[in-house]
T-cell receptor, first 114, second 114 residues
Framework: AQSVTQLGSHVSVSEGALVLLRCNYSSSVPPYLFWYVQYPNQGLQLLLKYTSAATLVKGINGFEAEFKKSETSFHLTKPSAHMSDAAEYFCAVSERGGYQKVTFGIGTKLQVIP | NAGVMQNPRHLVRRRGQEARLRCSPM?????VYWYRQLPEEGLKFMVYLQKENIIDESGMPKERFSAEFPKEGPSILRIQQVVRGDSAAYFC????????????FGPGTRLTVL
C-alpha cells in the first residue's frame, strides 16, 4: 500500500524567503512522486514529477524537489517565495507496475507574507 | 487543446435528490479518474475508468454512487439520494495513457447538499 505524509498543514514564509514543503512517502515498490498546486476554487496543476530519472526534479514556477530514497522523502523547495505562490500544495505517490492510482497527501497551505 | 472540462461548476441539491456530475477529458485522453475532496482533507481516489470500462472503483462508496465513461460523450459521476455528507468538491482528471502518465485535472464541481 502507498501513502503520503505532508508535515505541516499550514506554512508561512516571508516574500523572498526560502519555501520548504515537506513530504514523506511510503510505498512497497519504487514510486512515482508528484507535487501539485491548487489555487482557490480551481483544480490541481502539476508542478513536477519524479519518475526515476534524475533525483533532483525541476518544475514550473521555480520549484524543485529532490527524491531521497534513504529518507523516503520528496520535499518541495523554492529559493525565493513570491506572493503568487500562496496556494495549497499536494504531494502524491503512485506505484509502478500498475495503472496510475494516485494517493494524495492532505495538503499544505502556503501563506506568503509581504 | 482545451483542458479537462467539468460541469456544472457548482451544484446545489436537497437531501434525497440525485446529483449528476460531468467530465469531458482532454482531447485524445481515454483514461478518466474521479476524486473527492472534503473540507480540510486531501483528494481521495474514487474511480478509474477507460472508455466503456470501469478499471478500479475501490474508492467508491458501495451504495448510491456510480460512474460511467461511455463510448461517446463525457464521463458521468452519479450520486443518488444525496446526503449532507456528500457535500464536497469532486474533481475529474484525465490522462492519455495509464501507467505513469500525467493526470490533468479539471476545475472541479462543488456539490452542496442542503
Amino acid at each position: 500500500a502507498q501513502s503520503v505524509t505532508q508535515l505541516g498543514s499550514h506554512v508561512s514564509v516571508s516574500e523572498g524567503a526560502l519555501v520548504l514543503l515537506r513530504c514523506n512517502y511510503s510505498s512497497s515498490v519504487p514510486p512515482y512522486l508528484f507535487w501539485y498546486v491548487q489555487y482557490p476554487n480551481q483544480g490541481l496543476q502539476l508542478l513536477l514529477k519524479y519518475t526515476s530519472a534524475a533525483t533532483l526534479v525541476k518544475g514550473i514556477n521555480g520549484f524543485e524537489a529532490e527524491f531521497k530514497k534513504s529518507e523516503t522523502s520528496f520535499h518541495l523547495t523554492k529559493p525565493s517565495a513570491h506572493m503568487s505562490d500562496a496556494a495549497e500544495y499536494f504531494c502524491a505517490v503512485s506505484e509502478r507496475g500498475g495503472y496510475q492510482k494516485v494517493t494524495f497527501g492532505i495538503g499544505t497551505k502556503l501563506q506568503v507574507i509581504p | 487543446n482545451a483542458g479537462v472540462m467539468q460541469n456544472p461548476r457548482h451544484l446545489v441539491r436537497r437531501r434525497g435528490q440525485e446529483a449528476r456530475l460531468r467530465c469531458s477529458p482532454m482531447k485524445g485522453h481515454s483514461h478518466v479518474y474521479w476524486y473527492r475532496q472534503l473540507p480540510e482533507e486531501g483528494l481521495k481516489f474514487m474511480v478509474y475508468l477507460q472508455k466503456e470500462n470501469i478499471i478500479d472503483e475501490s474508492g467508491m462508496p458501495k451504495e448510491r454512487f456510480s460512474a460511467e465513461f461511455p463510448k461517446e460523450g463525457p464521463s458521468i459521476l452519479r450520486i443518488q439520494q444525496v446526503v449532507r455528507g456528500d457535500s464536497a468538491a469532486y474533481f475529474c482528471a484525465s490522462s492519455e495513457r495509464g501507467g505513469p502518465d500525467t493526470q490533468y485535472f479539471g476545475p472541479g464541481t462543488r456539490l452542496t447538499v442542503l
